[in-house]
């Protein structure tokens, strides 16, 4: 039985955060050569530029609260857009930051990868 792309969105994202708060060097599975992420306005192109920018951030945990998560699909069959937003919490820090993010997935192989990323921190 096929998943709605709702549920399929939400699973995603939920793997997503989990393993970018706890393990953030296995998202790289996650992105192919392809694959592209903006961050903040930083372009980064392939896999392992990307892992490494993720990696490379200044915190080793965090924790994010989904508060939306928004569905369309979108370019090859299967493909879908998922935009989320939320707010995540530093290690340290007393405000949590408001933070919106899209992803474009591609069906690949029987699951998906992600072609285009693109985070920013919602400045109040």
């Known amino acids: 039985m096929e998943?709605?792309?709702?549920?399929?969105?939400?699973?995603?994202?939920?793997?997503?955060?989990?393993?970018?708060?706890?393990?953030?060097?296995?998202?790289?599975g996650l992105y192919q050569d392809s694959s592209m992420l903006t961050f903040e306005g930083q372009k980064i192109q392939g896999a392992q530029n990307i892992a490494v920018?993720?990696?490379?951030l200044p915190f080793?945990?965090?924790?994010?609260?989904?508060?939306?998560?928004?569905c369309q699909p979108s370019g090859a069959p299967g493909g879908m857009l998922v935009f989320v937003s939320g707010t995540l919490q530093l290690p340290g820090e007393e405000h949590q930051l408001k933070f919106?993010?899209?992803f474009h997935?591609?069906?690949?192989?029987?699951?998906?990868?992600?072609?285009?990323?693109?985070?920013?921190?919602n400045y109040a």
């Open 60 to 70: 080793q945990h965090c924790s994010h609260h989904i508060s939306t998560v928004d």
């Open 53 to 56: 920018k993720l990696t490379s």
């Open 105 to 121: 997935l591609i069906p690949a192989q029987g699951s998906f990868f992600v072609f285009n990323d693109i985070f920013r921190l």
């Open 100 to 102: 919106s993010q899209m």
């Open 3 to 28: 998943m709605d792309p709702d549920s399929l969105a939400k699973a995603f994202v939920e793997h997503y955060y989990r393993t970018f708060d706890t393990n953030r060097s296995g998202l790289l």
